[in-house]
T-cell receptor, first 114, second 118 residues
Framework: NAGVTQTPKFRILKIGQSMTLQCTQD?????MYWYRQDPGMGLKLIYYSVGAGITDKGEVPNGYNVSRSTTEDFPLRLELAAPSQTSVYFCASSDIAGALYEQYFGPGTRLTVT | AQKVTQAQTEISVVEKEDVTLDCVYETRDTTYYLFWYKQPPSGELVFLIRRNSFDEQNEISGRYSWNFQKSTSSFNFTITASQVVDSAVYFCALSEGDSGAGSYQLTFGKGTKLSVIP
């Protein structure tokens, strides 16, 4: 199993550009999450999804959008990139069934907006 | 609202010393889950342990041990006989267990950077 995969690993954007961060999991998990990690800080939740077709905002959703058309994929969209969105982005998934509650994380995407 | 505090920003120890990383949490729920994750210099997040609010037994896994005390809302992590490979940022996190239609999201502390000096 590949677990949670994210692409790209690194990206540099110019202010105002758009991009989509891809996230795929092969564990058939219902729950998926997007976090951002700023330097010296813990992770903060951007958006989450409890299943295909269902998404909701986390703590820091402004400037981002998500969709969940399949169980496996949970892309994160940045429409108008701003320097404040320079961060490392982590996707995660969890299987709520059986009360496991552990979140499995992808390797992260390092994004720089200049 | 839930909150996790890791008061120690950075810790340096000499190899083979024991070190304890502190974690204090706040939650109004009676059902919740506490986690520790390790983030080595390579950047990935490595799951170390999960503990639910109904299980206050301490746990030992090799050189790692965890002390969960509900009375003080703490979930501290001790590394015995530290090694250079233990150098990493360690995050404590909290998930509330019953949030209705909620997310079971993780609330992270800011992390403690541990440096083990050879």
């Amino acid at each position: 199993n590949a677990g949670v995969t994210q692409t790209p690993k690194f990206r540099i954007l110019k202010i105002g550009q758009s991009m989509t961060l891809q996230c795929t999991q092969d564990m058939n998990h219902n729950y998926m999450y997007w976090y951002r990690q700023d330097p010296g800080m813990g992770l903060k939740l951007i958006y989450y999804s409890v299943g295909a077709g269902i998404t909701d905002k986390g703590e820091v959703p402004n400037g981002y959008n998500v969709s969940r058309s399949t169980t496996e994929d949970f892309p994160l969209r940045l429409e108008l990139a701003a320097p404040s969105q320079t961060s490392v982005y982590f996707c995660a998934s969890s299987d709520i069934a059986g009360a496991l509650y552990e979140q499995y994380f992808g390797p992260g995407t390092r994004l720089t907006v200049t | 609202a839930q909150k996790v505090t890791q008061a120690q920003t950075e810790i340096s120890v000499v190899e083979k010393e024991d070190v304890t990383l502190d974690c204090v949490y706040e939650t109004r729920d009676t059902t919740y889950y506490l986690f520790w994750y390790k983030q080595p210099p390579s950047g990935e997040l490595v799951f170390l342990i999960r503990r639910n609010s109904f299980d206050e037994q301490n746990e030992i896994s090799g050189r790692y041990s965890w002390n969960f005390q509900k009375s003080t809302s703490s979930f501290n992590f001790t590394i015995t006989a530290s090694q250079v490979v233990d150098s990493a940022v360690y995050f404590c996190a909290l998930s509330e267990g019953d949030s209705g239609a909620g997310s079971y999201q993780l609330t992270f502390g800011k992390g403690t950077k541990l440096s083990v000096i050879p």
